[in-house]
């Protein structure tokens, strides 16, 4: 008990650490979240370890036997291993038709996925997507709906960047347990790429 309760101190001061950590311009923001998430769940893990093993000895001491503690074997806490995913010269000839576009299995958090075409047709951006995590419909809507929302969604981009010639669509910040999918339907769009940056789970340290 007294070695988790040491594990805790640590995770509590390891996570104030990231908390209070400077951002620059060297600062990757998406590993800070992915750090502190970690440093949070295993924090999480280990009181709720230590609320199992003090009720088991509270158990013995009424004169009861020692009940098998679960979770001893998975200490430490949920890791990401960060992937990116990227499909270039999308071309779609069908409408109507529904094309999967990725399939994300198992537990993880996409920190963007990118929809990007030239604006030099409009067909380029006469298309729709829909992104489901675990059963749950996040995004399904057409490119010029979800530009006239963007104003007023913070995980939700999409834009005519003239600069660039390129019509954009971008999602950020989508958690799943099971898996996530892409798909792009009525769709009379060739994408330049079509880009997925994710931090899959991979388990306990």
């Given at each position: 008990m007294r070695e988790i309760e040491v594990a805790i101190a640590k995770k509590k001061k390891a996570i104030a650490s990231i908390k209070g950590r400077t951002l620059d311009k060297f600062t990757n923001i998406d590993e800070l979240i992915i750090e502190l998430i970690e440093q949070t769940e295993n924090t999480n893990e280990l009181l709720v370890l230590l609320n199992r093993i003090s009720l088991a000895q509270l158990k013995v001491q009424s004169g009861g036997e020692m009940p098998v503690i679960e979770g001893l074997e998975?200490?430490?806490?949920?890791?990401?291993?960060?992937?990116?995913?990227?499909?270039?010269?999308?071309?779609?000839?069908?409408?109507?038709?529904?094309?999967?576009?990725?399939?994300?299995?198992?537990?993880?958090?996409?920190?963007?996925?990118?929809?990007?075409?030239?604006?030099?047709?409009?067909?380029?951006?006469?298309?729709?997507?829909?992104?489901?995590?675990?059963?749950?419909?996040?995004?399904?809507?057409?490119?010029?709906?979800?530009?006239?929302?963007?104003?007023?969604?913070?995980?939700?981009?999409?834009?005519?960047?003239?600069?660039?010639?390129?019509?954009?669509?971008?999602?950020?910040?989508?958690?799943?347990?099971?898996?996530?999918?892409?798909e792009v339907y009525e769709s009379y769009a060739e994408f330049d790429y079509i880009n997925v940056k994710y931090h899959e789970k991979i388990g306990f340290l």
């Open positions: 998975g200490i430490g806490g949920s890791r990401y291993r960060s992937r990116v995913l990227r499909v270039d010269n999308v071309k779609f000839s069908i409408v109507n038709r529904d094309e999967m576009i990725f399939k994300l299995e198992g537990g993880g958090i996409i920190s963007e996925i990118e929809l990007i075409s030239s604006n030099l047709t409009v067909n380029n951006k006469n298309y729709k997507a829909r992104v489901v995590a675990d059963d749950n419909v996040i995004y399904n809507d057409s490119w010029d709906n979800y530009n006239s929302r963007t104003n007023h969604e913070a995980d939700m981009t999409a834009y005519n960047n003239t600069i660039d010639n390129k019509y954009v669509l971008l999602f950020q910040d989508i958690c799943y347990d099971e898996y996530c999918t892409l």
